[in-house]
């Protein structure tokens, strides 16, 4: 089993529609949870950190859920911007940052 | 900003030349990295260092080697390219916890 598992897609979505994705990573005692957004040709930049409480970033909400291993990311209003591919990222307690494990993407794209 | 510069955007080498990436970054990180992305694998960790001189194998290694003379600059070595080395290779760096990473463009080799 893949430490950190997110689902391909692709995601083809309308303009305007709300979107999520999840990510589910194997690693009980994983501590610090990202999202990235990399568009195409181009390299993954940090959208944004997940915490446990959740948290909201304008049009983008994070979520952490522990007790079932998964983090979530959630799109509202979606802009054809938007399109790109989200990595998650995980990193264990007290591991070093040799240990940032990126999930495999999830492919969005907003369609007009 | 924070800036993490790849010598190159596009390479395309010969089976069994030596190939140099290089990557450079301006924030004074300690950490940095060499992955390498293949569609549907994902970022997969090739080497890390944490300090100038120091280096940890990643998840895979063989057939690349580094070298981080100065902090400030860290190389991938392909010692003898062969064509399943052709793939995007991405640089990043960090600063010890949260472990955000900040990356370069990426370079994209094509060994033939």
């Known amino acids: 089993r893949k430490e950190v598992e997110q689902d391909p897609g692709p995601f083809n979505v309308p303009e305007g529609a709300t979107v999520a994705f999840n990510c589910t990573y194997s690693?009980?005692?994983?501590?610090?949870f990202f999202w990235y957004r990399q568009d195409c040709r181009k390299e993954p930049k940090l959208l944004m950190s997940v915490y446990s409480s959740g948290n909201e970033d304008g049009r983008f909400t994070a979520q952490l859920n522990r007790a079932s291993q998964y983090i979530s990311l959630l799109i509202r209003d979606s802009k054809l911007s938007d399109s790109a591919t989200y990595l998650c990222v995980v990193t264990p307690e007290g591991g070093s940052a040799r240990q940032l494990t990126f999930g495999s993407g999830t492919q969005l794209t907003v369609l007009p | 900003d924070v800036k993490v510069t790849q010598s190159s955007r596009y390479l395309v080498k010969r089976t069994g030349e030596k190939v140099f990436l290089e990557c450079v970054q301006d924030m004074d990180h300690e950490n940095m990295f060499w992955y390498r992305q293949d569609p549907g694998l994902g970022l997969r960790l090739i080497y890390f260092s944490y300090d100038v001189k120091m280096k940890e194998k990643g998840d895979i290694p063989e057939g690349y080697s580094v070298s981080r003379e100065k902090k400030e600059r860290f190389s991938l070595i392909l010692e003898s390219a062969s064509t399943n080395q052709t793939s995007m290779y991405l640089c990043?760096?960090?600063?010890?916890?949260?472990?955000?990473?900040?990356f370069g463009q990426g370079t994209r080799l094509t060994v033939v």
């Open positions: 690693n009980s005692a994983s501590q610090s």
């Open positions: 990043a760096s960090s600063s010890p916890g949260p472990f955000e990473a900040f």
